[in-house]
């Protein structure tokens, strides 16, 4: 199965379609009548699309299994066609296209069943996807793309050459494939003076976009917080709270980070912590979703 476990949970809506389409009127009134032989058409096709629809899964061997929160099935009666809609909510990190066409086809193959002694025309037609909701798809970056970006990384130890540097180089990946401009990658010890003087500079710049990465843990030589506890004009609690959450699903470690977000003037400044991993999957957690700010900061322009 594919890899999702960098993906985050979104509301996903999925609504597919299958056409079950009879020979002769005869059928459609005993399926409204219920006295197909078999019994209730509707009432038991639905039961059955709603076990395919938890058996998706187990049948289709790529389909990820999720929590399926909502199945609703209709049917629409016109002239000999009946049209089943499914529809699948669940909130996870993947969609639910493929269970919802999944249960419209069960749902039309039990009605095919039910029906065959009585009608021996009966088809199934156009099973297909009508629309869905949820995932990139949905907040795929509409935003502008002319924000510049400077990663500074804060270690005494990789600014006296003793150790290669692969935290602030996985935050430029991350920024290059958002479209951000990287005006700016620096190596810093950890010092509250240089750290202050960096954000003003780059303000001062016009850079966008400040990271910080290093010194958000709690050994004494960790100060980038409190560095940037006296700059910042707003804090950004709920960038904070995504980032260790998305952590803290992945090493019981992240609730000790002291990741932080803000704004100084009209510069976002962030600070992220120092390992590779850490600062990687802070951003998978916050990016492209946090470039909305600066249509708020700049406006809407995105060519």
Known sequence: MVDITHKINTLRIATAQAIVKVSKPETIEAIKNKTVPKGDVFAMSKAAGLLGV????????DCHPLPIEFT??????????????????TIYKTGVEVE???????????MYDMLKPIDKGVEIHSIKLLNKKGGKSD??????????????????????????DK???AIIKKLEKSDVTISEYKVIPDEADVIQSKVK???????????FTGGTGLSKR??????????????????????????????PYSMLSR????????????????STNGAKESMDAIFPSLLHIFRIFKGARHD
């Open 201 to 211: 500079t780059y303000q001062s710049q016009g850079i966008d976009l400040i990271i």
């Open 54 to 61: 938890k058996k998706t899964p187990d049948l289709l061997p």
């Open 100 to 110: 919802a066409m999944h249960g419209a086809s069960v749902v039309a193959l039990n």
């Open 259 to 274: 990741s932080v977000a803000g704004t100084y003037k009209d510069s976002l400044v962030l600070a992220l912590p120092g």
């Open 139 to 164: 907040f795929k970056d509409k935003f502008r793309k002319d924000i510049t970006a400077a990663v500074v990384v804060c270690s005494d130890t990789i600014s006296a050459g003793q150790k290669e």
């Open 72 to 89: 609703g099935i209709e049917y629409k009666v016109s002239g000999l066609e009946i049209i089943v809609l499914c529809t699948i909510k």
């Open 222 to 251: 960790d100060v980038t917080p409190e560095a940037l506890a006296t700059l910042l004009d707003r804090n950004i609690p709920g960038i904070e709270e995504a980032i260790r959450s998305y952590g803290q699903e992945r090493t």
């Open 167 to 169: 935290a602030g180089k």
